[in-house]
């Protein structure tokens, strides 16, 4: 029987603090969201004057990053070349801050992150990323 590496909470809960940190350092107010391998929510951490409307968006991202394998940021970067195939493919959000988490090779999870410009969610999800390659 084959065996995989899973995110556990723990797991979530270490990268959402690396990302709070860099969200601090910078005075952003984010919401960071932690998805499993199948793209349901782990963790879910919104700062208390966090606009409620980037609660979705980041869920959005980090489940179109599980579900595609690559960071949002791709496809962002496709649209602004003009492939607007992108916009048309489901769950897709052409936006930076969302990355997938993996181990080794393998896709455990999702990061997603919304509340300020599309380059500085990425940032923020960079240092999350950080914290699960750490181990």
Same mark, same amino acid.
């Given at each position: 029987?084959?065996?995989?590496?899973?995110?556990?909470? *723990?797991? %979530?809960? +270490?990268? !959402?603090? =690396? @990302?709070? /940190?860099?969200?601090?350092?910078?005075?952003?107010?984010?919401?960071?969201?932690?998805?499993?391998?199948?793209?349901?929510?782990?963790?879910?951490?919104?700062?208390?004057?966090?606009?409620?409307?980037?609660? *979705?968006? %980041?869920? +959005?991202? !980090?489940? =179109? @990053?599980? /579900?595609?394998?690559?960071?949002?940021?791709?496809?962002?970067?496709?649209?602004?070349?003009?492939?607007?195939?992108?916009?048309?493919?489901?769950?897709?959000?052409?936006?930076?801050?969302?990355?997938?988490?993996?181990?080794?090779?393998?896709?455990?999870?999702?990061?997603?992150?919304?509340?300020?410009?599309?380059?500085?969610?990425?940032?923020?999800?960079?240092?999350?990323?950080?914290?699960?390659?750490?181990?």
């Amino acid at each position: 029987m084959a065996e995989k590496s899973i995110l556990t909470l *723990e797991d %979530a809960k +270490r990268i !959402a603090a =690396a @990302a709070q /940190a860099e969200a601090l350092r910078n005075d952003w107010r984010v919401v960071i969201a932690i998805v499993d391998d199948g793209g349901h929510l782990m963790y879910l951490q919104r700062s208390h004057d966090t606009q409620f409307g980037s609660v *979705e968006t %980041a869920i +959005r991202k !980090a489940h =179109a @990053a599980v /579900a595609f394998q690559r960071p949002t940021k791709v496809s962002e970067d496709a649209v602004l070349s003009g492939r607007l195939i992108h916009l048309s493919l489901p769950g897709v959000i052409p936006a930076e801050g969302g990355v997938p988490l993996q181990i080794g090779s393998v896709v455990v999870g999702g990061l997603g992150i919304s509340g300020v410009r599309s380059s500085q969610d990425g940032q923020i999800a960079a240092a999350g990323l950080a914290a699960l390659t750490l181990d």
